[in-house]
């Protein structure tokens, strides 16, 4: 009977373990999305001792994990807590050991009007650090400007209010209104714009910045950071008044002075006009007291000026100076000389150890020594083939003798039906059949007249 036939071969398939299943899963997630703003609720919030913050951010329908680590935690500038309404900034993710889908988050901040107020607060923070609250940087009102720049909205109850107190306690005061909008997009930038103009033209003597009253949003043009900056440029002193008593702005902190309402600003840069006597009189006092005190302290000056001008006679100290210059020119050229003195003697001795240590005969020994390696694996490699292709003629011989084709060349044949398949017994074929026999010089057809099996024939 012939042999078995060999199974086909299953087409191979590649097995994931679960690690790598997950670490696919992340890698698709990481490189699939970029870095997202996501709004939602916190809850479930979680903080082990290793200062990492594990929470979940959910909304109506549906939530998601996230983990802020503890080098991110510590840039915050709030407390979380859950049920708090935040906005973070983050990558997806996987976290492989369990498989869960995660946010890492980078950066979270408070949704509506929390973040108004944390940004108020931290642009306050940055403000104050960098001096621009400083009282030294804050310039007195002028006691009786000849001109009153207003900044604010032309139509607002604000203006009508500081007009309203001007005319009532000084109306000859001139008066510049730089029209500007209070609220809304682009409104800042404007603001911002209309102080740098005032302080360019130089066409008032005190500016007032002002709005009327509202919510944190509406107010919020004086709470920007161009406006501060703008605020702490500007060469005009400058009151701000914005919204009622309750209301602080950034500008407020900024400005020269700090006005309640738009019509205390109002008060607080126009002198009254029943007063004025008084406070020219009291203006001339201080005046002749100034200039009693100037012509005393300038007396003392001159007398410690005349006398420091006596004990430091410019010759005098020329004459020092000449002294110094020539001990410093002698020190300098006796510096030099030792110092190549010293580069001289490193030199000699660094061409002596030269001499010593030149290469050139260990140069001509590795030389001699590379020939002779090159002629041992010359010799080597010349060995090695004669002795491998003995091995492999012998091997040849050895192959020959078993081969099938010596066999056919020796007189026998190789027997197969039309399918190919080898005759071994009789019982194979029929009378009949048409068969092929293989020889040593080539192929023969051939029918089945006969058959004895190997008994039958003994």
Not at 73 to 98: A, H, I
Not at 207 to 236: Q, Y
Request: proline fraction near 6%; charge should be positive; aromatic fraction near 4%.
């Amino acid at each position: 009977m012939s042999p078995p036939e060999p199974p086909a071969l299953l087409p191979e398939r590649e097995v994931f373990s679960v690690t790598r299943l997950n670490q696919e899963a992340q890698l698709l997630l990481e490189t699939g999305l970029p870095l997202l703003w996501v709004e939602g609720e916190l809850s479930n919030l979680a903080r082990p001792a290793s200062g990492h913050l594990y929470f979940t951010l959910k909304d109506s329908g549906a939530q998601v994990r996230c983990a802020l680590f503890r080098q991110r935690g510590l840039r915050l500038g709030f407390t979380p807590r859950d049920g708090m309404q935040v906005l973070v900034r983050g990558r997806v993710s996987l976290y492989v050991p369990r498989g869960d889908y995660q946010l890492i988050v980078e950066q979270m901040e408070e949704a509506g009007h929390g973040a108004l107020q944390r940004a108020f607060e931290a642009l306050k923070q940055k403000l104050a650090t960098e001096g621009l609250f400083d009282p030294a940087h804050k310039r007195p009102l002028p006691a009786f400007p000849k001109r009153v720049g207003v900044i604010t909205s032309p139509t607002g109850a604000a203006i009508r209010d500081v007009l309203s107190v001007l005319r009532r306690r000084f109306p000859a005061l001139p008066v510049l209104i730089y029209p500007v909008p209070v609220q809304g997009a682009g409104a800042a930038e404007k603001i911002a714009a209309a102080i740098r103009l005032a302080s360019e033209r130089q066409d008032c003597d005190v500016l007032i910045l002002t709005r009327g009253g509202g919510s944190l949003e509406d107010l919020w043009a004086f709470n920007e950071e161009v406006v501060a900056r703008a605020v702490h440029a500007c060469r005009i002193p400058i009151v701000c008044g914005v919204g009622h008593e309750i209301d602080f702005s950034i500008a407020d902190f900024v400005a020269d002075q700090r006005a309640p309402t738009p019509s205390a600003a109002a008060e607080l840069v126009s002198p009254d006009a029943a007063e004025l006597v008084p406070h020219i009189n009291s203006a001339a006092r201080r005046l002749r007291a100034n200039l009693r005190d100037r012509l005393t302290r300038h007396r003392q000056t001159l007398r410690w000026l005349e006398g420091r001008l006596h004990m430091q006679h410019p010759e005098r100290r020329l004459r020092e100076r000449s002294q110094s210059a020539d001990l410093l020119e002698t020190r300098l050229g006796k510096a030099i000389e030792h110092h190549l003195a010293r580069r001289e003697a490193t030199l000699s001795r660094l061409r002596l150890r030269l001499g010593h240590h030149s290469p050139a005969r260990r140069v001509a020994a590795a030389a001699d020594r590379n020939r002779l390696l090159h002629l041992r694996l010359r010799n080597a490699a010349d060995n090695r083939l004669s002795h491998e292709h003995g091995r492999i003629v012998t091997a040849m011989r050895a192959l020959h003798v078993v081969s099938p084709l010596a066999t056919l060349e020796r007189g026998y044949g190789i027997l197969t039906d039309h399918n190919g398949k080898v005759i071994r017994h009789p019982d194979q074929v029929a009378i009949g059949d048409a068969l092929e026999a293989r020889v040593a010089g080539g192929k023969i057809g051939c029918v089945v007249t006969e058959k004895r099996s190997a008994k039958s024939s003994m």
